[in-house]
């Protein structure tokens, strides 16, 4: 055998190096967006720990949120990354103790405040990226269940752990690309109970007068407290899938007259008084043929009769059913998306105290991560990267080896040779430094 492995020396001193060398985009980012200078000025806290302002603890968790590190305590691993702490300007990384306790800190007002910066700069970035006549909310709530006993945890609807404590977190995104609203909850609340106020939250941030306002939600949401009460009396525009169990709604279904649509699936409508509705509505329905898997049935999680599956919409939408359903399929794209994009490669089950107002802080924090990554996909990225997942961003850009060096009072961030996405990268940069402040 070769005698090569026995030339090399093992040492353990190098302090400029790093794993996370794409940090450096996200944080350049931020200072566009003027994210420091903003916490620093609308986040009236007071802390005991001097050595980090209430800015930097905020900054911390908004970076460890976008690289991966998980659980809180795992910042460990960054105690002896020289990079990180020299983009933050701070001379040690606090511990998981530190960041837990800044956590259990945190007043309810100093929350408010948080959310108040990311309201100003989503204002902004409204206006950039956003049209000026449409906008469209998909609604949907997640179950976070919990494995011990965290304050304000309840036992509530869990289709994964019947009988098991847990949070409630009621989010709105805007269509798909942002998150707008969040609400962490117990977790025997009802849906369809926190709806309006959610919707009501985020027709109060937009910052100018929208001529159409649109909503979409799954059948949780299917209520005539919610639609008719609701909906109808803000004059807002929805399609909410409904509940296609009783024998009126099915009979009706079985009744329309249907015209193809895609492949060997066909549309209709109908209309129909739901039970304890004050008026008919326009129902729309999906019908396709059902696959021979069983395994494939169930996981569409159609309404079967006679060979066929069925999903039904009730709206107010004046669009041919064709146009309805390809409305109302793009909220897959939207909320349920995004809600698996929070659970796999956000922290968001992963609740980190037991404390219900800390706990709040942190989902806060890290919706504004979430964000505030949605936004670098969007205004520094190409076309084809504006819908990849957080952890397609972290292989490509984030989590790159690099190294500092410092010339006189000149840094400079080297990578590897065979670096597979740097033009990627130098495409970012690019975008960043062309960048207005935000």
């Known amino acids: ?43 009236k806290f007071r802390q ?28 460990k691993n960054l105690s002896y990354n020289g990079i990180v702490k020299k983009i933050l300007g701070i001379k040690r990384f606090p511990n998981s103790t530190s960041i837990r306790r800044f956590l259990y800190r945190l007043t309810p007002t100093a929350i408010n405040q948080i959310v108040k910066v990311h309201n100003i700069i989503q204002n902004k970035i409204f206006r950039i990226l956003h049209t000026k006549t449409s906008i469209t909310f998909d609604i949907d709530g997640t179950v976070l269940t919990v494995f ?58 937009l910052p100018y007068r929208i001529y159409r306002i649109r909503v979409r939600g799954d059948k949780i949401f299917y209520s005539h407290w919610f639609i008719e009460n609701f909906l109808e009396q803000e004059n807002i525009l929805y399609t909410i899938e409904a509940n296609t169990e009783g024998r009126g709604i099915q009979g009706k279904m079985q009744q329309a007259k249907y015209s ?9 409508e109908f209309t129909y008084q739901p039970t304890n509705w004050k008026r008919t509505h326009r129902f729309v329905v999906q019908k396709r043929p059902l696959p021979e898997d069983p395994d494939e049935r169930a996981q569409l999680k159609l309404f079967e009769m006679k060979n066929y599956g069925y999903r039904v919409v009730v709206t107010n939408l004046k669009l041919k059913p064709r146009h ?16 698996k994009e929070l659970k796999l490669n956000y922290p968001i089950a992963k ?26 996909k969007w205004l520094c990225l190409p076309e084809e ?5 957080l952890q397609t ?44 402040q935000i």
Not at 148 to 168: C, D, E, H, I, W
Not at 405 to 423: S, V
Request: charged content about 25%; glycine content about 6%; aromatic content about 14%.
């Open 324 to 339: 309805i359903w390809n409305f109302h399929s793009r909220r897959a794209q939207g909320a349920e998306q995004n809600i």
């Open 48 to 75: 005991k720990n001097q050595e980090y302002q209430t800015a930097e603890f905020i900054l911390i968790l908004i970076y460890i949120i976008t690289l991966g590190i998980g659980r809180i305590e795992n910042v």
């Open 260 to 268: 193809p649509y895609k492949k060997d699936w066909e549309v209709g």
């Open 351 to 376: 609740i980190p105290t037991h404390k219900y107002t800390a706990n709040i802080a942190y989902f806060q924090i890290l919706l504004f991560a979430f964000n505030i990554t949605n936004w670098f």
């Open 148 to 205: 011990g006993k965290q304050q304000r945890t309840k036992v509530g609807f869990n289709p994964k752990r019947k009988g098991a404590r847990s949070y409630l977190a009621m989010l709105c995104f805007e269509q798909d690309r942002e998150f707008w609203y969040g609400s962490l909850r117990p977790g025997n609340i009802s849906q369809v109970k926190v709806a309006p106020h959610i919707i009501r939250r985020c027709l109060e941030k």
């Open 385 to 389: 990267y504006h819908y990849k997942t």
């Open 1 to 43: 055998m070769g005698k090569g492995i026995q030339n090399f020396q093992i040492s353990f001193g190098e302090k400029d190096i790093t794993r996370f060398g794409g940090l450096f985009l996200i944080h350049k980012f931020c200072k566009k967006l003027k994210l420091k200078w903003l916490l620093q000025r609308h986040i």
């Open 393 to 436: 961003l972290r292989e490509y850009l984030l989590c790159v080896q690099a190294r500092l060096t410092t010339t006189g009072n000149k840094n400079h961030l080297r990578f590897p040779a065979g670096y597979l996405y740097k033009d990627l990268y130098n495409y970012a940069l690019k975008r960043i430094d062309k960048m207005k």
